[in-house]
């Protein structure tokens, strides 16, 4: 461990940096001595971050391990071989194709037949690469929405540097360019869907008290082609102290479906249908979730109990709702799935006659399709792999095809085909890393009251049980989102092929087992999901697959929040911690960019009795001088506009002015991702990895 006493010397004496402490927001800045770094473009802040990465970076990236994996990862992003997954609009396949020459992208197409058929005939739709030099951006695709059932002009979304902000712009992909005084939506945070070819729904920035405290849009405009947007009318309006407005839409059977969702919170919103007639609220519940349509069946997925006629549907079931039904005041509900125990709805697709359902028994991946029959469904189940993820990967609403995939962390992901009468696999990535004698079991560790907790191992068949494995866990455990186990080639490459232990922890907070599994780690709750990690942890040293010495912690966003307090309440557990895009400074996360749209997640820290509980994790909040903390890696974005900047800035300037060591990276784009092109993505990742292995190998 030479080499590392000697990299953490040298970064404790060059990361003191004259005038880390000073600040110039008033008597705000008593109270918090970093807030000038929340200043995301102030060139103080820049230059403070530019310093922090110089230092890390002359640690790391000078290591032969680093330029070793930038290289392999490389070759992995930019391979022509890789997978290509369907991108069904029309009768085309679309796709986003990046390379080292082509590093913002080719958005592309062939027919669909052609791609079924395995060939490799794209027909370049836009260039990224030669738009961003022409208008002097950095355009990153974000997306299109189609106008269908021609699917000839659609709204493309276009971020300037992996932002959540975004441009849109009506494109033609028939003549292959912007339509000529189309319809043109300056950067925002918003959304928009067609009403017909000539008028759109848009919800954006319509100037001054039109965006809500979560830097959403409180206002949504119908929009006419030719007119002044200017003289829009509005079709609805929110209170900005509301997270914002969500427009949304598709073309079903010749009909152009149009919905406006207006969100109280992250988990409450009321869904309103337009009719000819104007608005229509719909009558379900606040906390559902929609998931797409059939037949003129709205989908739902419930995250309570809901009482109907008599009825009631339980949380965690996925339900249809007749619109039609609903329009004549007689609203119809049916079940769809409702999964028993240690089960969960995952996704749904639909095609012409039938609906595709993935699910999860104990976080594995089933499949399933249900044909409708009268007043009910015929269910029939899809055969898939054990033991691994499936994805639902695309449907055709005018055909009955379909495509599904299937991976685990030793498994390349298998892209799948069917037609509601064969399956057969019809693309599978290459085995990028050296998976040959590795195992992946699934344990459970028992969590401080009790619950059981699965998590899932990826070791050597050899593995030995003295402790001196080197072990990577892996958890986010938040905002209904299940963590699963897939194939990731650089997370191989990176750490895997080099002998370590890699572990994914499916604690409290995630989606993994539906709705009650989210809301037990809810806002007071929230300390059992940190409980369950380090039961993982423990339960990992109990069985003397690893020790503290030899284990680390990897978490993004809300997973970046999580490592944050996996470092600051049990530093005995972890020798490497690894925070990435962290919400750190709990106290004040709702005043810094969408953070107010989460407080359904964590609570109001402005509310006395909600500070008193998450005053007790907070990171920012909770880090102490005179405690020893595994040296930990930031990983943040200036362009991330969606979990501030300043959470990781502050909280490293914190630990270095207490005399911790730490390395901190920050991209100067890539948006919360932190990287929006392969070379990015393959140089944050050789950062990561190359730190891992520092810490816990070498």
């Avoid at 008597?27 to 110089?54: F, G, T």
């Avoid at 030995?464 to 080197?470: F, Q």
């Avoid at 595994?630 to 630990?655: E, N, Q």
């Amino acid at each position: 461990m030479k080499q590392l006493t000697n990299l953490i010397a040298f970064i404790m004496l060059a990361l003191i940096l004259p005038g880390c402490g000073s600040g110039k927001n008033g008597d705000s800045v008593n109270s918090d001595p970093y807030m000038w770094l929340e200043e995301v473009l102030d060139e103080k802040a820049l230059d403070w971050a530019r310093a922090q990465n110089k230092l890390s970076d002359e640690a790391l990236t000078t290591l032969p391990v680093y330029t070793e994996l930038r290289d392999r990862f490389n070759e992995v992003l930019n391979d022509r071989e890789r997978m290509i997954y369907p991108g069904i609009t029309g009768d085309y396949s679309y796709n986003l194709w990046q390379d080292e020459k082509n590093e913002r992208g080719l958005w592309r197409r062939m027919p669909k037949k052609d791609y079924l058929a395995g060939k490799e005939t794209w027909e370049t739709v836009l260039d990224l690469d030669i738009l961003s030099a022409e208008e002097g951006r950095k355009w990153v695709y974000g997306g299109a929405v189609w106008l269908g059932p021609e699917n000839r002009f659609c709204l493309l979304r276009l971020s300037d540097g992996g932002k959540d902000e975004v441009v849109i712009r009506e494109f033609d992909a028939v003549e292959k360019k912007f339509v000529e005084r189309g319809f043109s939506i300056p950067e925002s945070k918003g959304s928009v869907t067609w009403i017909d070819r000539d008028q759109i729904l848009v919800a954006t920035n319509y100037g001054p008290e039109t965006m809500t405290s979560s830097g959403y849009p409180a206002v949504a405009k119908l929009w006419k082609r030719g007119k002044d947007p200017a003289s829009a009318v509005t079709v609805h309006q929110t209170d900005t102290a509301n997270m914002g407005i969500f427009v949304s839409g598709g073309e079903y059977n010749g009909k152009q479906y149009v919905f406006l969702s207006e969100n109280v919170g992250f988990y409450e919103s009321t869904i309103y249908f337009l009719t000819p007639d104007g608005l229509k609220q719909l009558d379900i519940p606040k906390d559902a979730e929609t998931s797409g349509m059939f037949r003129e069946q709205m989908f739902l997925y419930l995250q309570s109990d809901w009482t109907l006629s008599g009825s009631t549907f339980k949380k965690g079931t996925l339900v249809s709702y007749d619109l039609p039904a609903f329009l004549t005041g007689t609203p119809e509900v049916r079940t769809l799935y409702e999964p028993g125990e240690r089960e969960s709805f995952a996704g749904v697709m639909t095609t012409r006659d039938f609906i595709v359902i993935a699910t999860m028994e104990n976080v594995q991946g089933r499949l399933r399709i249900m044909r409708p029959s009268g007043e009910g469904w015929i269910t029939e189940a899809v055969p898939v792999p054990e033991f691994g993820t499936v994805g639902l990967a695309g449907a055709d609403d005018r055909s009955n095809e379909y495509f599904f995939t299937f991976s685990n962390p030793v498994t390349p992901t298998t892209l799948y085909y069917g037609d509601g009468k064969e399956i057969r696999a019809i693309r599978k990535q290459k085995d990028y890393y050296d998976a040959s004698g590795i195992k992946v079991v699934q344990n459970e560790a028992v969590s401080k009251d009790g619950t059981k907790i699965p998590y899932f191992i990826v070791h050597p068949a050899d593995m030995a049980l003295d402790g001196s494995n080197p072990t990577l866990v892996y958890g986010y455990g938040g905002f209904n989102s299940p963590t699963r186990p897939g194939y990731s080639s650089l997370t191989g490459i990176g750490w895997i092929e080099k002998g370590g232990i890699y572990v994914i922890a499916n604690i409290r907070g995630g989606g993994e087992f539906g709705p009650e599994w989210h809301h037990s780690a809810l806002r007071e709750k929230r300390q059992n999901a940190y409980d369950d990690l380090f039961a993982v942890a423990e339960d990992l040293i109990r069985l003397k697959i690893t020790t503290p010495e030899r284990m680390g912690f990897y978490g993004w966003s809300n997973g970046g929040l999580l490592a944050g307090v996996a470092m600051t309440q049990r530093p005995d557990l972890w020798n490497a911690v690894v925070i990435g895009a962290p919400l750190l400074d709990m106290k004040r996360y709702n005043k810094l960019l969408a953070g107010a749209s989460w407080m359904d997640e964590y609570g109001n820290p402005d509310v006395p009795e909600d500070w008193s509980f998450i005053s007790k994790y907070s990171p920012y909040q909770n880090v102490k001088k005179d405690v020893k903390y595994p040296t930990p890696l930031f990983i943040t974005s200036t362009r991330d506009d969606r979990v501030h900047p300043g959470h990781a800035r502050k909280m490293a300037a914190k630990m270095i002015d207490m005399g911790h060591p730490l390395f901190y990276h920050e991209t100067i784009e890539g948006g919360h991702g932190a990287s929006s092109t392969n070379a990015q993505e393959a140089e944050m990742r050789a950062l990561m990895y190359t730190y891992l292995k520092l810490m816990l190998m070498d």
